[in-house]
Protein backbone atom coordinates (compact mmCIF):
# COMPACT_ATOMS: atom_id res chain seq x y z
CA UNK A 1 0.00 0.00 0.00
CA UNK A 2 1.74 3.55 -1.03
CA UNK A 3 2.70 5.24 2.16
CA UNK A 4 0.79 8.23 2.07
CA UNK A 5 -2.76 5.90 1.72
CA UNK A 6 -1.25 3.74 4.48
CA UNK A 7 -1.20 7.52 6.48
CA UNK A 8 -4.56 8.48 5.79
CA UNK A 9 -6.02 4.55 6.91
CA UNK A 10 -4.37 5.15 10.39
CA UNK A 11 -5.54 8.42 11.00
CA UNK A 12 -9.21 7.49 9.82
CA UNK A 13 -8.79 4.64 12.17
CA UNK A 14 -7.11 6.47 15.13
CA UNK A 15 -10.35 8.91 14.83
CA UNK A 16 -13.09 6.37 14.60
CA UNK A 17 -11.43 4.80 17.83
CA UNK A 18 -11.28 7.96 20.05
CA UNK A 19 -15.25 8.83 19.08
CA UNK A 20 -15.86 5.03 20.36
CA UNK A 21 -13.97 5.15 23.35
CA UNK A 22 -15.61 8.36 24.58
CA UNK A 23 -19.07 7.45 25.67
CA UNK A 24 -22.02 9.84 26.66
CA UNK A 25 -22.05 9.90 30.47
CA UNK A 26 -25.91 10.87 30.79
CA UNK A 27 -26.67 7.72 28.53
CA UNK A 28 -23.76 5.15 29.02
CA UNK A 29 -25.08 2.55 31.94
CA UNK A 30 -21.70 0.41 31.67
CA UNK A 31 -20.08 3.51 33.28
CA UNK A 32 -21.47 2.09 37.01
CA UNK A 33 -18.77 1.23 39.18
CA UNK A 34 -20.85 0.01 42.00
CA UNK A 35 -20.50 3.01 44.64
CA UNK A 36 -23.90 4.57 45.47
CA UNK A 37 -24.02 7.35 46.68
CA UNK A 38 -27.34 7.74 48.61
CA UNK A 39 -29.03 10.82 50.14
CA UNK A 40 -31.54 9.93 53.14
CA UNK A 41 -33.86 11.57 55.42
CA UNK A 42 -32.09 10.76 59.47
CA UNK A 43 -34.96 8.84 60.53
CA UNK A 44 -33.96 6.59 58.18
CA UNK A 45 -30.49 6.09 59.15
CA UNK A 46 -30.62 2.81 61.60
CA UNK A 47 -32.90 0.60 58.90
CA UNK A 48 -31.31 2.30 55.52
CA UNK A 49 -27.32 1.66 57.50
CA UNK A 50 -28.82 -2.38 57.56
CA UNK A 51 -30.09 -2.27 54.11
CA UNK A 52 -27.00 -0.88 52.51
CA UNK A 53 -24.92 -4.12 54.33
CA UNK A 54 -27.51 -6.93 52.49
CA UNK A 55 -26.93 -4.68 49.65
CA UNK A 56 -23.20 -4.98 49.77
CA UNK A 57 -23.65 -8.70 50.92
CA UNK A 58 -25.34 -9.35 47.76
CA UNK A 59 -23.83 -7.73 45.77
CA UNK A 60 -20.87 -6.52 46.33
CA UNK A 61 -21.51 -3.04 46.04
CA UNK A 62 -20.87 -0.49 48.32
CA UNK A 63 -23.70 2.49 49.61
CA UNK A 64 -21.76 5.63 50.89
CA UNK A 65 -25.22 7.12 53.13
CA UNK A 66 -25.66 11.07 53.80
CA UNK A 67 -28.47 11.42 56.60
CA UNK A 68 -29.63 14.83 57.32
CA UNK A 69 -32.83 16.76 57.30
CA UNK A 70 -35.14 16.02 54.06
CA UNK A 71 -35.03 19.44 53.20
CA UNK A 72 -31.66 20.44 53.66
CA UNK A 73 -30.77 17.03 51.20
CA UNK A 74 -32.70 18.49 48.83
CA UNK A 75 -31.16 21.67 48.49
CA UNK A 76 -27.72 20.01 48.40
CA UNK A 77 -29.15 17.99 45.10
CA UNK A 78 -30.91 21.27 44.05
CA UNK A 79 -27.43 22.96 43.81
CA UNK A 80 -25.82 19.88 42.15
CA UNK A 81 -24.68 17.39 45.09
CA UNK A 82 -23.38 13.96 43.52
CA UNK A 83 -25.97 12.26 44.36
CA UNK A 84 -27.36 8.95 43.14
CA UNK A 85 -30.69 7.97 45.42
CA UNK A 86 -32.79 10.70 47.30
CA UNK A 87 -35.29 8.99 50.12
CA UNK A 88 -36.69 11.43 51.76
CA UNK A 89 -39.22 11.28 55.08
CA UNK A 90 -42.21 13.64 53.26
CA UNK A 91 -43.52 13.88 49.31
CA UNK A 92 -43.07 18.14 49.58
CA UNK A 93 -39.04 17.68 49.67
CA UNK A 94 -39.44 14.84 46.68
CA UNK A 95 -42.50 16.76 44.56
CA UNK A 96 -40.02 19.71 44.26
CA UNK A 97 -37.00 18.21 42.92
CA UNK A 98 -39.34 16.63 40.54
CA UNK A 99 -40.79 19.92 39.62
CA UNK A 100 -37.61 20.80 38.54
CA UNK A 101 -36.45 17.66 36.45
CA UNK A 102 -34.12 16.19 38.64
CA UNK A 103 -35.51 13.05 39.27
CA UNK A 104 -35.81 9.71 36.95
CA UNK A 105 -39.60 10.26 37.63
CA UNK A 106 -40.13 6.25 37.07
CA UNK A 107 -38.10 5.24 39.71
CA UNK A 108 -40.22 7.24 42.19
CA UNK A 109 -41.97 5.65 44.68
CA UNK A 110 -43.48 5.66 48.13
CA UNK A 111 -42.09 2.77 50.18
CA UNK A 112 -42.55 3.68 53.97
CA UNK A 113 -44.97 5.35 56.59
CA UNK A 114 -44.42 6.42 59.92
CA UNK A 115 -46.83 8.45 62.71
CA UNK A 116 -45.82 11.39 64.95
CA UNK A 117 -45.04 10.72 68.89
CA UNK A 118 -44.87 13.40 71.56
CA UNK A 119 -42.08 12.53 73.86
CA UNK A 120 -40.82 13.14 77.17
CA UNK A 121 -37.97 12.16 79.44
CA UNK A 122 -38.79 8.66 81.45
CA UNK A 123 -38.67 10.84 84.77
CA UNK A 124 -40.98 13.37 83.60
CA UNK A 125 -42.97 14.75 86.54
CA UNK A 126 -45.41 16.27 84.43
CA UNK A 127 -48.95 14.26 83.58
CA UNK A 128 -49.07 14.84 79.72
CA UNK A 129 -51.30 12.47 77.96
CA UNK A 130 -52.15 14.43 74.62
CA UNK A 131 -50.62 17.39 72.72
CA UNK A 132 -53.38 19.90 74.03
CA UNK A 133 -51.17 19.36 77.63
CA UNK A 134 -48.43 21.11 76.13
CA UNK A 135 -50.39 24.37 76.64
CA UNK A 136 -49.53 23.99 80.50
CA UNK A 137 -47.92 26.80 81.80
CA UNK A 138 -44.93 24.09 83.63
CA UNK A 139 -43.88 22.97 80.18
CA UNK A 140 -41.59 25.59 79.31
CA UNK A 141 -39.58 24.31 76.13
CA UNK A 142 -41.01 22.09 73.71
CA UNK A 143 -38.22 20.27 70.62
CA UNK A 144 -39.59 20.50 67.52
CA UNK A 145 -38.18 19.98 64.00
CA UNK A 146 -37.52 23.13 62.54
CA UNK A 147 -40.56 23.21 59.95
CA UNK A 148 -38.38 24.93 57.45
CA UNK A 149 -36.19 22.00 56.40
CA UNK A 150 -37.33 18.99 58.39
CA UNK A 151 -40.41 17.12 57.84
CA UNK A 152 -41.05 15.98 60.97
CA UNK A 153 -41.21 19.89 62.60
CA UNK A 154 -43.82 20.42 59.57
CA UNK A 155 -46.47 17.62 60.39
CA UNK A 156 -45.64 18.76 64.34
CA UNK A 157 -46.67 22.14 62.68
CA UNK A 158 -49.95 20.91 61.18
CA UNK A 159 -50.70 18.55 64.72
CA UNK A 160 -50.45 22.40 66.42
CA UNK A 161 -52.76 23.91 63.97
CA UNK A 162 -55.27 21.18 64.88
CA UNK A 163 -55.22 21.45 68.15
CA UNK A 164 -55.47 25.30 67.86
CA UNK A 165 -51.82 25.44 70.11
CA UNK A 166 -49.80 27.15 67.31
CA UNK A 167 -49.30 30.43 68.25
CA UNK A 168 -49.88 29.76 71.90
CA UNK A 169 -46.84 27.17 72.05
CA UNK A 170 -44.01 29.72 69.87
CA UNK A 171 -42.71 31.18 72.83
CA UNK A 172 -41.43 27.52 73.81
CA UNK A 173 -40.43 25.87 70.82
CA UNK A 174 -36.77 25.01 70.29
CA UNK A 175 -35.70 24.22 67.02
CA UNK A 176 -33.55 21.40 66.09
CA UNK A 177 -32.00 20.60 62.23
CA UNK A 178 -33.84 17.08 62.04
CA UNK A 179 -35.37 14.62 64.22
CA UNK A 180 -32.15 12.93 65.76
CA UNK A 181 -31.63 15.97 67.91
CA UNK A 182 -34.94 17.01 69.16
CA UNK A 183 -34.61 12.96 70.37
CA UNK A 184 -31.35 14.23 72.33
CA UNK A 185 -32.86 17.46 73.54
CA UNK A 186 -35.33 14.90 75.37
CA UNK A 187 -33.10 12.34 76.14
CA UNK A 188 -30.79 14.83 77.75
CA UNK A 189 -33.69 16.87 79.88
CA UNK A 190 -32.75 20.20 78.08
CA UNK A 191 -36.66 20.05 77.22
CA UNK A 192 -40.03 19.68 78.79
CA UNK A 193 -41.00 17.31 75.52
CA UNK A 194 -40.22 16.59 71.89
CA UNK A 195 -42.09 15.66 68.90
CA UNK A 196 -40.55 13.18 67.16
CA UNK A 197 -41.63 9.65 64.74
CA UNK A 198 -42.88 7.02 65.94
CA UNK A 199 -39.50 4.96 64.98
CA UNK A 200 -37.12 7.51 66.39
CA UNK A 201 -38.66 7.23 69.94
CA UNK A 202 -38.35 3.47 69.39
CA UNK A 203 -34.67 3.30 68.35
CA UNK A 204 -34.33 5.61 72.03
CA UNK A 205 -35.95 2.68 73.89
CA UNK A 206 -36.51 3.53 77.89
CA UNK A 207 -34.74 6.96 77.18
CA UNK A 208 -37.66 8.39 76.63
CA UNK A 209 -41.47 7.67 77.38
CA UNK A 210 -44.37 8.53 75.06
CA UNK A 211 -47.46 9.87 75.93
CA UNK A 212 -49.43 10.66 72.97
CA UNK A 213 -49.50 9.58 69.21
CA UNK A 214 -50.68 11.54 66.35
CA UNK A 215 -54.23 10.69 65.38
CA UNK A 216 -53.97 10.64 61.01
CA UNK A 217 -56.46 13.36 60.77
CA UNK A 218 -54.49 15.42 62.38
CA UNK A 219 -51.52 16.10 60.10
CA UNK A 220 -50.49 14.78 56.18
CA UNK A 221 -50.23 11.24 55.63
CA UNK A 222 -46.11 10.67 56.73
CA UNK A 223 -45.02 8.89 53.41
CA UNK A 224 -41.26 8.35 52.78
CA UNK A 225 -40.81 8.49 48.55
CA UNK A 226 -37.52 7.36 46.91
CA UNK A 227 -36.14 7.85 43.83
CA UNK A 228 -32.72 7.96 41.25
CA UNK A 229 -32.01 11.24 41.04
CA UNK A 230 -31.77 12.15 37.00
CA UNK A 231 -28.14 13.24 36.33
CA UNK A 232 -26.66 9.72 38.53
CA UNK A 233 -24.09 8.40 36.28
CA UNK A 234 -25.20 4.57 38.22
CA UNK A 235 -28.50 4.26 37.42
CA UNK A 236 -28.23 0.90 37.02
CA UNK A 237 -26.44 0.26 40.44
CA UNK A 238 -29.09 2.90 41.69
CA UNK A 239 -32.73 1.46 40.86
CA UNK A 240 -30.96 -1.75 42.19
CA UNK A 241 -31.03 -0.40 45.54
CA UNK A 242 -34.22 1.18 45.24
CA UNK A 243 -35.80 -2.24 44.30
CA UNK A 244 -34.32 -3.49 47.33
CA UNK A 245 -35.81 -0.93 49.70
CA UNK A 246 -39.40 -1.52 48.14
CA UNK A 247 -38.94 -5.70 47.87
CA UNK A 248 -39.89 -8.02 50.11
CA UNK A 249 -36.24 -7.95 52.32
CA UNK A 250 -35.70 -4.11 52.04
CA UNK A 251 -39.62 -4.10 53.87
CA UNK A 252 -38.82 -6.22 56.31
CA UNK A 253 -35.81 -4.56 57.74
CA UNK A 254 -38.00 -1.03 57.52
CA UNK A 255 -40.64 -3.36 59.49
CA UNK A 256 -38.06 -4.14 62.27
CA UNK A 257 -37.44 -0.81 62.74
CA UNK A 258 -41.14 0.30 63.52
CA UNK A 259 -42.01 1.76 60.03
CA UNK A 260 -45.01 0.62 58.33
CA UNK A 261 -45.41 0.23 54.56
CA UNK A 262 -46.62 2.42 52.73
CA UNK A 263 -50.11 1.10 51.93
CA UNK A 264 -50.81 0.88 55.60
CA UNK A 265 -53.31 2.61 57.61
Known amino acids: MPPMRLALLLLLLTFCGCQAATPDPAT ?23 TGNLYKARTGKTVNFNFGASGALQRQIEVGAPVDVFASA ?18 RRDFARNTLVLIVPPDSPLN ?25 GQYT ?16 LILAEDVRQVLDYVVRG ?15 GDRVRVVATAAEDMHAPI ?43
Do not use: C, W
Not at 97 to 102: E, Q, V
Not at 129 to 152: C, E, S, Y
Not at 223 to 249: C, D, H, M, R, W
Open 157 to 172: EQVFNHVNLRDKLQAK
Open 128 to 152: LTAFADLADARVQKIAVGNPKTVPA
Open 90 to 107: GTQQMDALAGRGLLDEAS
Open 223 to 265: LYPIAVIKQSTQKLTAQEFVNLVAGAEGQSILRKYGFASAGER
Open 28 to 50: DETRDTGNLTVSAAVSLKDAFSE
Open 190 to 204: EVEAGVVYATDARAA
